[in-house]
Nanobody, 123 residues
């Protein structure tokens, strides 16, 4: 399984970016997928999850500004980010697991991760 993120970059505050994640050699179906981010010196943060059958979870820090979308037909996961703030600056990672989000044991990380794409928001 291989995950490839793209779409990161540098934008000014208030701008938008659309992150994409292509998942190779994995059949997307009733599985949990998500976006995480990690800023320098901070712990990794779970920011958005996409679960079957079409439910989504958002961290308070991004709720109302970010939208997660999954396209099972072409094995992609997107994160539309609007109204970006300097505090959104981080490395962004996509991740997938083999079952629904509720099936992931407490404390266990997602099974498959991408290498990350950098997002930098200037004030």
């Amino acid at each position: 399984v291989e995950l490839e993120e793209s779409g990161g970059g540098s934008v000014q505050a208030g701008g938008s970016l659309d992150l994409s994640c292509v998942i190779l050699r994995f059949h997307m179906n009733r599985n949990c997928m998500g976006w995480f981010r990690q800023a320098p010196g901070k712990e990794r943060e779970k920011i958005a999850l996409s679960d079957f059958p079409g439910t989504a979870y958002y961290a308070d820090s991004v709720n109302g500004r970010f939208t997660i979308s999954r396209y099972n037909a072409n094995n992609t996961l997107h994160l539309q980010m609007n109204s970006l703030k300097p505090e959104d600056t981080a490395m962004y990672f996509c991740a997938v697991d083999v079952g629904p989000c509720a099936s992931i044991p407490e404390g266990r990380s997602f099974l498959y991760w991408g290498q990350g794409t950098q997002v930098t928001v200037s004030s």
